[in-house]
């Protein structure tokens, strides 16, 4: 069965320093990779995501990740972060069903960003 | 900008009693989630539904849940007979028809079953 490991359950960073968070995925064909980003109250905002081709994959807000097969790693990366992206960040692999296209998620544990000014 | 709502954002419920969460998902989307969080755990795939049918359901749905698109609009979770270990926020997501299409979210449901 699938599985996703998000290793940092709180990290703290501060205002303008670069961001790794890091996700690492167990599945036994090529995975479907998914960076969400969780605000409070708010409800699960796709990053970015990754299927095939380049392994460096860019999203929104400045995000990018980079699918490392040899590692069974999707680490989501920021240069510069802002105040703003103090959130929780999912991780999440899909999983191909042959029929009825259910293709659900499973998701991380998250880990929760705290950005210091 | 398109989205998916939930209500109610809270429900208060006693061990025992039914509950029905809902959500519209978005409107030219044809498949449908329900996912689950613990406190403190991670984020559970409950159940998927296509074609006003289930499509794909995990073991943590069981017969105490059910799922029903009454309408062109709405798509709810029914829980027939709560337990406290069902206290969680219930997330609702929907897709349009390609494979890997984005699911989008909606902001959940915090259900507390006391």
């Known amino acids: 069965a699938q599985s996703v490991t998000q290793p940092d359950i709180h990290i703290t960073v501060s205002e303008g320093a670069s961001l790794e968070l890091r996700c690492n995925y167990s599945?036994?064909?090529?995975?479907?990779l998914f960076w969400y980003v969780q605000s409070p109250g708010q409800g699960l905002q796709l990053l970015l995501k990754?299927?095939?081709?380049?392994?460096l994959v860019q999203g929104i807000k400045g995000f990018e990740a980079e699918f490392k097969r040899s590692q069974s790693s999707f680490n989501l990366r920021k240069p510069s972060v802002h105040w703003s992206d103090a959130a929780e960040y999912f991780c999440?692999?899909?999983?191909?069903?042959?029929?009825?296209?259910?293709?659900?998620?499973?998701f991380g544990t998250g880990t929760q960003l705290k950005v210091e000014l | 900008e398109p989205e998916v709502t939930q209500t109610p954002s809270h429900q208060v419920t006693q061990m025992g009693q039914e509950v029905i969460l809902r959500c519209v998902p978005i409107?030219?989307?044809?498949?449908f989630y329900w996912y689950r969080q613990i406190l403190g755990q991670k984020v559970e795939f409950l159940v998927s539904?296509?074609?006003?049918?289930?499509?794909?359901k995990s073991e943590i749905f069981d017969d105490q849940f059910s799922v029903e698109r009454p309408d062109g609009s709405n798509f709810t979770l029914k829980i027939r007979s709560t337990k406290l270990e069902d206290s969680a926020m219930y997330f609702c997501?929907?897709?349009?028809?390609?494979?890997?299409?984005?699911?989008?979210f909606g902001p959940g449901t915090r259900l507390t079953v006391l």
């Open positions: 999440a692999v899909g999983e191909t069903i042959l029929t009825g296209g259910g293709n659900h998620l499973t």
């Open positions: 409107s030219n989307h044809l498949y």
């Open positions: 539904f296509y074609n006003n049918e289930i499509s794909e």
């Open positions: 990754y299927f095939s081709g380049d392994t």
């Open positions: 599945y036994g064909a090529t995975p479907y």
């Open positions: 997501a929907s897709r349009t028809s390609g494979s890997w299409d984005t699911q989008y």
